[in-house]
């Protein structure tokens, strides 16, 4: 069983941060662990994913340049920097775990509730 906590969600004005936090527990093996998110009326897209064993890190197209993803295997979690906010980056936004496979955005397994990130223009 793996519990996936995200906290850091809220309102913030266009061109603000905020860091996303996510926390893990449970015994199996994370071996990768990313952020997606969906705004309403939209499906859910994956944003940014690191791996467990080496770090390598991607990111969204929509992302990148603004937000960064980093890990702290040893307290088992997983941040989220969002620089540079854009209306169109409010979404609730979900940690997500893959114990199968060290694959990012394809075939996680284990979902957060998610924590709500608002944009005002």
């Known amino acids: 069983q793996v519990q996936l906590v995200e906290s850091g969600g809220g309102l913030v004005q266009a061109g603000g941060s905020l860091r996303l936090s996510c926390t893990a527990s449970?015994?199996?093996?994370?071996?990768?662990m990313g952020w997606f998110r969906q705004a309403p009326g939209k499906e859910r897209e994956g944003i940014s994913c690191?791996?467990?064993?080496?770090?390598?890190?991607y990111y969204a197209d929509s992302v990148k340049g603004r937000f960064t993803i980093t890990r702290d295997n040893a307290n088992h979690t997983v941040y989220l920097q969002m620089n540079s906010l854009k209306p169109e980056d409010a979404a609730v936004y979900f940690c997500?775990?893959?114990?199968?496979?060290?694959?990012?955005?394809?075939?996680?397994?284990?979902w957060g509730k998610g924590t709500l990130v608002t944009v005002s223009s």
């Open positions: 997500a775990a893959n114990t199968i496979a060290t694959l990012c955005f394809y075939g996680m397994n284990h």
């Open positions: 449970g015994r199996t093996f994370r071996r990768a």
């Open positions: 690191i791996t467990t064993n080496d770090g390598t890190t």
